[in-house]
């Protein structure tokens, strides 16, 4: 495991689905019964081709279509369910809704700060997403919260958001895999010392920017002082984090 290098894990990537057999690298010595649990939320826009989607057969008895054919031999575990519908109404269309109701369940703000279709107008999320109060729930004495990866989700905007820290708070999803990989594997193999230093530095900077964004919250109307708020918020978990590593 400690030969794994950065071609074979990006090609290994792909589109972000393979990223989670990577974190029990960060306790090399564990035994089975010690790797975390990890739970993984993917979406894809725009839909699919559903024929080639759906499995044939009953429910205990199924084939596998060609898109989801790579869980052959994890047949016995998955289940596959279809016939799910978002509740209609919010803001927004279809596509602006989608993303916020997959991991919230939940109707976009009113607002004219995006638009779609038609004279589809919307805001950000209004409620906390799922994978970030699992985060909040049970990191809280852990390493690592969440990861939140993209791949050309398009910039900042309505539909390309899908983690929440709460209303009106979306957190960006990293799209670069070479900044991902960093992250993940920069401190690995580092002596205590060197990680300790590591540790400080990082914290040194952590300390300037949290010292700035106090200094410019009496400028901004409260809407923004929520975004602000949870900037130091994040700010506070990462800190957390270095803590427990």
């Not at 209609?88 to 939940?106: D, I, R, T, V, Y």
């Not at 919260?145 to 990293?174: D, K």
């Not at 920069?186 to 300390?207: C, M, P, T, W, Y």
Request: hydrophobic share 40%.
């Amino acid at each position: 495991m400690r030969c794994l290098s950065r071609r074979s894990f990006l090609t290994g990537l792909g589109a972000g689905v393979a990223l989670s057999p990577f974190l029990p690298l960060f306790n090399t010595s564990a035994q089975e019964e010690l790797i975390p649990r990890r739970v993984i939320f993917l979406f894809s826009p725009n839909g699919t081709i559903f024929n080639t989607w759906k499995p044939s057969g009953t429910e205990n008895d199924f084939t596998f279509g060609a898109i989801l054919a790579p869980l052959e031999s994890y047949k016995s575990y998955v289940t596959v369910v279809d016939g799910l519908r978002y509740a209609e109404g919010g803001a927004g269309n279809h596509h602006m809704q989608g993303p916020h109701k997959f991991l919230a369940g939940s109707r976009l703000l009113e607002g004219n700060e995006f638009t779609g279709g038609g004279d589809a107008t919307s805001g950000w999320g209004s409620h906390i997403s799922v994978d970030q109060h699992i985060a909040a729930t049970v990191g809280q004495d852990t390493a690592f919260a969440s990861l939140e990866f993209g791949v050309q989700n398009g910039g900042a905007q309505v539909r390309s958001r899908m983690s929440y820290a709460g209303e009106n708070q979306p957190i960006a999803p990293e799209q670069d895999p070479y900044a991902m990989f960093d992250r993940l594997f920069s401190d690995f193999g580092q002596s205590d010392e060197e990680l300790a230093k590591l540790r400080a530095e990082r914290k040194g900077v952590i300390g300037v920017v949290r010292g700035q964004l106090e200094r410019i919250r009496p400028r901004y109307a409260a809407e923004d002082s929520l975004k602000l708020e949870a900037h130091l918020d994040a700010l506070a978990s990462i800190e957390k984090r270095l803590d427990a590593t």
